[in-house]
């Protein structure tokens, strides 16, 4: 608990920035679930952002945290993926996130228009994606257990 209420600390903190800087951003995978109440826990940070504010991001999160050097993974097609760490909690940015599924291409760009949930987490506003795109999401990437967890919830 202690774990998860340091994480949520850094990331009203990350909100506030991005808040202030007027970013296009939201939460997904499994920080959304845990704030659905679909898991009780989280390891790290998933932060979509619309692919104009990449570099507004990153001179944010440079400014709280370090970037840390990533593995490509070749089942994403993720135009930007960074990934940090701040203040012990990894964080990881994607723009243009693209999944490769049966030699096909799914791409999936964070629009401001299509973030209609929202939570607050110490009082900063934190827009979250929909469980149901990450359903699609986590259907695309085989992760059946997540799946099985969306599909109870709903």
């Known amino acids: ?10 990331l009203a903190h990350i909100a506030e920035e991005f808040n202030h800087k007027d970013v296009t951003w939201a939460i997904g995978a499994s920080l959304l ?8 826990e989280f390891h790290d940070i998933d932060i979509m952002i619309a692919e104009d504010d990449v570099e507004t ?4 999160l440079l400014s709280l945290g370090n970037i840390i050097q990533s593995k490509p993974n070749s ?16 964080i990881d940015t994607m723009a243009g996130f693209g999944i490769i599924y049966q030699d ?6 964070l629009k ?13 506003k ?4 929909s469980i149901e ?16 967890m969306i599909d109870s919830y709903l």
Do not use: A
Not at 1 to 10: A, F
């Open 75 to 90: 089942k994403y097609k993720t135009k930007c993926f960074l990934e940090f760490h701040v203040d012990g909690v990894e």
């Open 112 to 124: 401001k228009e299509d973030i209609k949930d929202f939570t607050e987490v110490q009082g900063i």
């Open 133 to 148: 795109e990450w359903r699609i999401y986590y259907e695309l990437m085989e992760r059946d257990e997540k799946v099985k």
């Open 33 to 40: 679930l845990y704030f659905k109440g679909i898991t009780s």
């Open 57 to 60: 991001v990153k001179e944010i």
């Open 1 to 10: 608990m202690e774990n998860i209420k340091h994480k949520l600390t850094v």
């Open 126 to 129: 934190i827009p979250l994606q």
């Open 104 to 109: 096909k291409e799914y791409y999936f760009p």
